[in-house]
């Protein structure tokens, strides 16, 4: 499936620019292993207060806002980190059960974030049972998780 | 002064550390769970430093981020240390040799004294801090050597497999 | 405001999910694809181990020479998964390497598939390795 796509990505100069470099490939991991870091600092911070047990001397609103900024930034350097990466080894992920595993993953943990999390978590205190958010935080943190869990497990079992 | 090379040789060669480096799930899990573990404690000590130094959560009380978000960092901290105690364990000469391992060490201790540092110094104080949600020069300095610290600590890790300055 | 949040963490999440995908080393950073070799020798040893196995290849050089090769594999798991086992393995059996050398280390080299005396072909290619068409599709 959209081996034409993964082909293309494959065969483009920054990807062989990639494959020639020494430095090139595992700089770009590094620093979007930090991107990754940040950005999951960010979700994570906003999930735990959701749930009730992160800081709660500051609104679950005013909290989303001031991750949201962060969600942005870090976003930005994972992807910019990120193409190089995925397009030098397109043709290996094609090939691979657990990538597609993960996008499905990614999908809903996107998915989700924009929508419900994103409502929830910007909703005022007492608006909503409290249920609500809680179960929105365990859910994104289980699909975050999820897809780096299952991303790093594509070297031993791909 | 002893070389320690033989003690690892040892280490390497028990029945433990050869099932863990040889397993199909075992060693997945561990080395899978250090990188979940690593990357949840790392981003909130990152969102705590990035209050730190006035950048992000700036209405939120010092004392409140930072008692709340604890338990949760060390919750994290604690698996991701012993993970990574076993993954050395799993090939000690290898990573003993390994300059980026052996930096990332050195951040390591280096972050864990600045935090030291910082909870000492400001420890009795946090109490008055409640009230006030200005960062002040020393809550800006830890957070930034933090920042600084902690971008190298996962940096370094990172590189590690490449095998570099041999 | 969130349609362009939406979009961003479209593609982050898209490159997110690549990421900690990759094999955890870079194959450019110490392998040379512009070297492959191909080694007919001798096992001496082989290390059955995460995150990689290692194959100690002993090789004849034209000039009579003995040549030790360090040859990476892939992490058990995957080596099962395309039919290896440790037993497959006698220390001074004859086996068939193709890879590529190392770029710094010239008695390094990756392994990507393997030919034991028995006939029996295997990929032992790490991930992240180069598609040259070795592996299993």
């Given at each position: 499936m959209l081996l034409p796509f993964f082909e293309w990505c494959d065969g483009l100069a920054i990807s062989q620019a990639y494959r020639d470099s020494t430095y090139l490939f595992p700089v770009t991991q590094a620093l979007h292993l930090l991107a990754v870091t940040i950005f999951v600092g960010a979700i994570v911070i906003g999930d735990l207060r959701m749930l009730g047990w992160g800081?709660?001397?500051?609104?679950?609103?005013?909290?989303?806002?001031?991750?949201?900024?962060?969600?942005?930034?870090?976003?930005?350097?994972?992807?910019?980190?990120?193409?190089?990466?995925?397009?030098?080894?397109a043709l290996t992920y094609h090939r691979s059960w657990l990538f597609v595993f993960k996008m499905y993953v990614l999908a809903a943990a996107l998915l989700f974030t924009v929508t419900v999390r994103q409502r929830v978590a910007g909703a005022d205190e007492g608006r909503l049972p409290s249920w609500v958010p809680k179960a929105v935080g365990a859910v994104s943190l289980a699909l975050w998780m999820g897809v780096t869990i299952s991303g790093r497990l594509i070297t031993y079992y791909g | 002064m002893p070389s320690i090379v033989p003690a690892f040789g040892w280490l390497e060669g028990l029945a433990w550390t050869t099932a863990l480096r040889e397993s199909p799930f075992g060693y997945p899990l561990i080395e899978t769970s250090h990188v979940a573990c690593i990357v949840v404690f790392a981003g909130l000590v990152i969102m705590m430093d990035l209050r730190l130094v006035g950048l992000a959560f700036t209405q939120a009380p010092l004392a409140q981020i930072q008692r709340r978000l604890f338990p949760w960092q060390m919750g994290s901290f604690v698996p991701s240390m012993a993970t990574g105690i076993l993954l050395f364990c799993v090939d000690p000469l290898r990573y003993y040799r390994n300059v980026l391992f052996l930096a990332k060490l050195v951040?390591?201790?280096?972050?864990?004294?600045?935090?030291?540092?910082?909870?000492?110094?400001?420890?009795?104080?946090?109490?008055?801090?409640?009230?006030?949600t200005q960062v002040t020069a020393i809550a800006r300095l830890a957070g930034g050597a933090s920042l600084l610290l902690w971008s190298l600590i996962i940096v370094s890790s990172r590189l590690i497999p490449n095998n570099w300055f041999k | 405001?969130?349609?362009?949040?939406?979009?961003?963490?479209?593609?982050?999440?898209?490159?997110?999910?690549?990421?900690?995908?990759?094999?955890?080393?870079?194959?450019?950073?110490?392998?040379?694809?512009?070297?492959?070799?191909?080694?007919?020798?001798?096992?001496t040893r082989m290390e059955w181990a995460n995150p990689h196995g290692w194959i100690y290849l002993d090789t004849k050089e034209p000039n009579g020479a003995v040549k030790h090769w360090m040859i990476e594999t892939a992490a058990p798991s995957q080596l099962s998964r395309h039919g290896l086992k440790k037993a497959d393995f006698t220390d001074g059996m004859t086996a068939l390497v193709k890879g590529y050398q190392g770029k710094t280390d010239p008695g390094l080299a990756n392994g990507r598939t393997l030919v034991l005396k028995d006939g029996r072909n295997f990929y032992i290619g790490s991930v992240g390795g180069p598609n040259d068409g070795a592996e299993p599709q």
């Open positions: 800081p709660l001397g500051q609104s679950r609103a005013s909290i989303t806002r001031s991750a949201g900024s962060i969600l942005l930034w870090a976003g930005l350097a994972v992807l910019l980190t990120g193409i190089p990466q995925f397009t030098t080894n | 951040f390591l201790v280096l972050a864990g004294l600045n935090a030291l540092a910082f909870h000492l110094k400001t420890y009795r104080r946090v109490e008055g801090w409640d009230e006030d | 405001m969130k349609t362009k949040i939406f979009l961003v963490m479209l593609v982050v999440g898209a490159f997110c999910a690549v990421q900690p995908a990759q094999a955890h080393h870079a194959f450019a950073a110490e392998y040379d694809l512009t070297k492959p070799v191909t080694l007919n020798g001798i096992v």
